[in-house]
């Protein structure tokens, strides 16, 4: 543990597995005591809490469907009694249902608004006002935003919204030292990305970058420990891609 973020408190929404599993344990050995949220992987969430224990650091796992303003709340509420307050805030709980425009259905238009805008909104609504002095906030987008792929409108452009939420919010809070900022992964070995493609088009994704590699959780983990700690703290209100250069 390097401790850069001793005694600070971390809420990191859909830290169960994958991206924010790396970033809830990334902040626990920086020194975060980190609240870890899932909707429905109580298993996954619960080991992602007892290898952070494991390792020295402090953690709990608390349930709550994000899209739902109280539930959202109760994670806040949650945290302040636990842990005592609520310093950072890593929105990264998200869905990602792909296909064309002209075939979307409402029903899928309709979750991927629930939780990747509504449930961020309702995230972010909630950090402005209780996140304590000197907080960061750091979103998580994509890079499809800028690459614009074909099958990824309405999950594109749920994250578009939320990276101009990003950048308004932090004129917003102006006056309390708390930066708003997002990240924006690339294609990364994760279950949600991996999840229903061919082996060829993973191949031909993870060659796209001059990297010539798909991304690890890891590598978007360090992005946004980098931006809720110190040597962060100039960046606000601005969208990091971290993609190995492929747009």
């Not at 909104?121 to 935003?145: C, D, M, Y």
């Not at 030292?177 to 992964?185: D, E, F, R």
């Not at 999840?195 to 978007?220: F, N, V």
Request: charged share 20%; glycine share 10%.
């Amino acid at each position: 543990m390097n401790m850069r973020l001793h005694s600070k408190v971390a809420i990191v929404t859909g830290g169960s597995r994958g991206i924010g599993a790396a970033i809830a344990q990334a902040l626990a050995d920086a020194g975060c005591a980190v609240l870890i949220n899932y909707k429905g992987r109580e298993a996954d969430a619960n080991s992602v809490v007892a290898e952070i224990t494991r390792r020295g650091g402090k953690a709990v796992a608390i349930q709550a469907d994000i899209a739902v303003a109280a539930e959202a709340a109760a994670l806040f509420d949650q945290c302040a009694n636990v842990f005592g307050g609520v310093d950072i805030v890593v929105n990264n709980a998200g869905v990602m249902q792909l296909s064309p425009i002209a075939e979307t259905s409402d029903e899928s238009f309709d979750h991927q608004v629930a939780i990747n805008l509504k449930g961020s909104f309702h995230i972010l609504r909630l950090a402005a006002k209780r996140l304590r002095e000197g907080g960061r906030i750091v979103n998580l987008s994509t890079s499809v935003v800028g690459l614009k792929l074909e099958n990824y409108g309405v999950y594109a452009a749920t994250k578009s919204a939320v990276e101009t939420l990003t950048a308004i919010l932090s004129k917003e809070l102006r006056g309390r030292s708390i930066t708003v900022n997002a990240v924006a992964p690339g294609p990364t070995a994760t279950a949600l990305f991996l999840d229903g493609k061919s082996p060829e088009l993973i191949e031909k994704l993870a060659s796209m970058p001059p990297l010539q590699r798909l991304g690890e959780p890891l590598d978007i983990a360090n992005a946004v420990l980098f931006l809720a700690g110190p040597d962060g703290s100039w960046i606000n209100g601005q969208v990091l891609r971290a993609n190995g250069g492929i747009v």
